[in-house]
């Protein structure tokens, strides 16, 4: 390890050299690092400063060595392709543990691991686990750094791959480490892709292990992922840390970390207005999150697409921050009809994982363009036509890109102190049942709904596509903890709201189709129609129709001008079923079952009423 503590400090400080930065958590911190290296015995270690010309560095090193491919800079300046192992595209949530010390803390919906059991497997798995590699420690911030809602984190990892997509999606610097050197509380992460090389061993362009294992150890704050290279697995700041642990963090300190998407909506006549919204992931939450208005006089700005942390203000509101710095964003279905946003995002500096491969040297996927280019590489390498007449693009081959670079950012997208809230979407993918939207009566309701949300699996993670699952919050792999536990914390957290300034609870699905399978409303850029009567909502303006399920439109009252939706698929939109409601009440029932009596008395008095009125209605 070439730069230990015990090397004289250099005088302008060598490329990846651990910088000279004194206080009680640094050195805590240099401790933890030279355990983890004697436990991976990795060929060097590199601390990472987040600097431009180290990223061009590791780059550059990367195409070297053939894990990315340069992208045409004349098409796409700045960018490259990553194409992983065929068996490593997705969060294997059959993979992910929660290793707390006590069962009940995990729940039903996660996996449980007993801490000692699991660290018994780790610890051989770890055990040289680097060698032949760099080991890169990364310190990032989730939130601006030092802001009041922001937490610190530091990862350990072998992917040069991992380390420039956490330079994208967090804030990684020297800055991070005077905050740690300062005794800022940081979080743990540790990864390897668990291939480590034999002197002289040949190296390929995805290192990974068949054997997989991401887990999160609660009582200690703490991530260890071993195996994969993809995505939530590898950047553990994003779903591992900024949610699972998060979570955990916010249900001890009062706030709730979730898996929603943050815009600001601006009316025309000036008015901005602050939108969460949680979908399951691949439903449509980076969409909403660059929504292009297609009524006139309407706008909205980007402040977040993923995750967002929420805390009760003194001022009785909810306050969000978006804690991440950039996008990491599903390919397939973005283009210039549906997420034009995105695609100006993407002109340049974007790592591009598992999309196909222009003869121009740029990248092409399903539904960037109408129509395919008429020869590709596919996101295996191989050659590609459209009469092959399978896809180019692997479904959940994605785009990593910084925020700042989205044209409709907010300017203050990373104000430390957050926005305040005005409304909360729930939402999912239903083709049936569900209708596009259905405003909560309250706070309670409104976390009944979204204890209620299920959706069908999209290739976002392993599992079978198109089956329906139950994802409360859209945080079924997310929640750090159990899951009734966390419905009665959104309790809590509301009781610390002032009723006239919490925010509005709605459920939305933009999913639902007619008989003949095609989706019954346009979507998109459209869905700003459903924005706008929610905030006529907020603002007293239009009534709305009582529902066994909650609080409907008026079909009159949706702007409908310069979109033709015929009236019967208008009326299939909103209708609801009891039988089918019925049924959905008692999946419910089931499911609040499997918590051994957890699930708070108010949600089983929303779930008493709503049978009530679905059987009056
Ligand atoms: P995220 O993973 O939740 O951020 O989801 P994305 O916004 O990336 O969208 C996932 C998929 O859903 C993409 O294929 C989108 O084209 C599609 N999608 C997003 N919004 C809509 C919508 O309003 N209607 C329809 N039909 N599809 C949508
Ligand atoms: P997402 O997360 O599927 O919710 O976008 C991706 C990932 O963390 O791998
Ligand atoms: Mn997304």
């Not at 509380?185 to 002197?199: D, E, N, Q, R, Y």
């Not at 929420?310 to 973005?334: K, S």
Request: proline share 8%; aromatic share 10%; with cysteine.
């Amino acid at each position: 390890i070439p730069f230990s503590s015990a090397q004289p400090a250099p005088t302008t400080p060598a490329f990846g050299a651990r910088p000279e930065i004194a206080g009680a958590g640094m050195t805590a911190l240099v401790e933890w690092v030279e355990e983890l290296a004697a436990l991976t015995e990795p060929a060097a270690v590199h601390w990472v400063d987040g600097s431009r010309a180290e990223n061009e560095a590791l780059l550059r090193a990367m195409v070297d060595e053939g894990k990315l491919i340069k992208l045409n800079p004349e098409w796409r300046p700045g960018s490259y392709l990553a194409r992983s192992h065929p068996s490593d595209v997705a969060r294997t949530e059959a993979r992910t543990f929660i290793a707390s010390e006590n069962e009940q803390d995990a729940g039903p919906t996660n996996n449980w691991i007993a801490p000692t059991e699991i660290r018994g497997i780790l610890n051989p798995l770890f055990q040289g686990s680097m060698r032949g590699r760099t080991m890169y420690v990364v310190p990032f911030s989730m939130g601006p750094v030092g802001g009041p809602l922001s937490h610190i984190g530091v990862q350990v990892t072998d992917s040069p791959y991992a380390v420039t997509s956490i330079g994208i999606m967090t804030r990684v610097g020297a800055d991070v480490l005077r905050e740690i050197a300062g005794g800022a509380h940081w979080v743990k992460t540790v990864h390897s892709v668990g291939a480590p090389l034999a002197p002289g061993q040949q190296d390929v362009a995805w290192p990974c292990n068949d054997e997989k294992y991401i887990v999160h150890f609660p009582d200690t704050l703490e991530v260890w992922s071993y195996g994969s290279g993809y995505g939530g697995n590898a950047i553990l700041a994003k779903k591992c840390f900024a949610l699972r642990i998060a979570s955990v963090i916010g249900r001890d300190e009062g706030w709730l970390a979730e898996h929603m998407l943050l815009i600001r909506v601006i009316d025309p006549r000036g008015k901005a207005y602050h939108v969460a919204a949680a979908f399951p992931s691949a439903c449509g939450k980076t969409n909403l999150a660059m929504l292009r208005p297609t009524i006139p006089g309407w706008r909205v700005e980007t402040l977040g697409d993923d995750i967002a942390w929420l805390r009760p203000g003194e001022d009785g509101r909810l306050w969000a921050i978006n804690p991440e710095a950039g996008f990491f964003g599903v390919a397939p279905g973005t283009g210039e009809s549906t997420n034009v946003t995105a695609v100006e995002t993407l002109w340049g500096n974007t790592i591009f994982t598992n999309v196909a491969l222009r003869p121009d040297g740029d990248v092409w996927w399903e539904g960037l363009t109408d129509e395919p280019p008429a020869h590709l590489t596919d996101w295996e390498g191989n050659p590609w036509t459209p009469a092959m007449g399978r896809p180019a693009a692997h479904p959940n081959s994605r785009f990593t890109v910084s925020a700042a670079q989205c044209p409709q950012i907010a300017d203050d997208w990373d104000a430390p102190q957050g926005v305040p809230l005005d409304a909360i979407l729930f939402g999912g993918r239903r083709a049936t049942n569900v209708p596009l939207v259905v405003e909560a009566t309250d706070w309670t309701h409104g976390v009944f709904m979204g204890s209620n949300i299920s959706s069908e699996r999209t290739a976002a993670a392993e599992g079978t596509v198109g089956e329906l699952r139950r994802d409360p919050f859209a945080m079924l792999p997310f929640c750090g903890y159990n899951m009734a536990d966390y419905f009665g914390h959104w309790l809590k957290v509301g009781q610390k709201l002032r009723f006239d300034r919490a925010p509005r609870v709605f459920q939305v699905n933009w999913f639902r189709k007619g008989a003949d399978g095609r989706f019954l409303w346009p979507g998109f850029g459209d869905n700003s129609r459903v924005v706008d009567w929610i905030i006529r909502r907020i603002e007293g303006q239009v009534p709305a129709v009582d529902s066994p399920i909650g609080r409907l439109p008026r079909t009159e009252d949706l702007n409908l001008e310069g979109i033709d939706v015929p009236q019967a698929d208008l009326d299939e939109l909103f209708a609801i079923d009891p039988v089918s409601w019925t049924r959905e009440a008692d999946l419910t029932e089931e499911f609040y079952s499997t918590f051994d009596g957890r699930v708070p008395a108010a949600l089983q008095a929303e779930l008493a009423a709503l049978r009530y009125r679905l059987k009056v209605a």
